[in-house]
């Protein structure tokens, strides 16, 4: 069946930069856009990163524009999120995420999250 | 886009019809989904295209609107349905959601 497995997580200091990874299984990964979308403690989901199914394209919020990069290996199955400059407003369960062939699909499949804490 | 999710939350009753409504900041044709969160799991989808059911989804929820206006219907809400709810919008980046909807 279809895995996430989400992985990186922890606790980091202000400023510093922290790398998650997502392993995936039981899914064609080359086919489909990935996201990352966050959650922090006790608030709503908010949407993070894209990027495309060959990797060509990456769209970002503008809360992380500019700190954040999304990449994949397409030969692992794995997607990435390289977090620099990190915040105390980063601090978040950070969730894998499938979307569609097109970039503007509906987001499908979720992994079970790594949580993220940035301290002060 | 800045999506409004109306009411932040709500008691109701098994039993109940409950509809939650989306308000996006501009038009977004169809381009939204629906997502069910229960307390200490992942968030599911529920409903994407606006109105279009996920497999699985029970047929008591359904999802209406286009444009800038969106509902969720649970028709007749049962004891798993107790959960918060959030609408998305996938056709202009940022992707963004609404701030979700909590049915107690």
């Known amino acids: 069946q279809v895995q996430f497995m989400e992985s990186g997580g922890g606790v980091v200091q202000s400023r510093k930069s922290l790398r998650v990874s997502c392993e995936t299984s039981g899914f064609t990964f080359n086919y489909y856009a990935m996201h990352w979308v966050r959650q922090a403690p006790g608030q709503g989901l908010e949407w993070v990163a894209l990027i495309s199914y060959d990797g060509k394209y990456q769209y970002y919020a503008d809360s992380v524009k500019g700190r954040f990069i999304i990449s994949r290996d397409n030969s692992k199955n794995t997607l990435y999120l390289d977090m620099n400059g990190l915040r105390g407003e980063d601090t978040a369960v950070y969730y894998c995420?499938?979307?569609?062939?097109?970039?503007?699909?509906?987001?499908?499949?979720w992994g079970q999250g790594t949580l993220v804490t940035v301290s002060s | 886009i800045q999506m409004t999710q109306s009411p932040s939350s709500f008691s109701a009753s098994t039993g109940d019809r409950v509809t939650v409504t989306c308000r996006a900041s501009q038009g977004i044709s169809s381009y939204l989904a629906w997502y069910q969160q229960k307390p200490g799991k992942v968030p599911k989808l529920l409903i994407y295209a606006a109105s279009t059911l996920q497999s699985g989804v029970p047929s008591r929820f359904s999802g209406s609107g286009s444009g800038t206006d969106f509902t969720l219907t649970i028709s007749c809400l049962q004891s798993e349905d107790f959960a918060s709810y959030y609408c998305q919008q996938y056709h202009t980046f940022p992707f963004s959601f609404g701030g979700g909807t909590k049915v107690e």
């Open positions: 995420v499938s979307g569609g062939r097109l970039v503007t699909s509906h987001l499908e499949f």
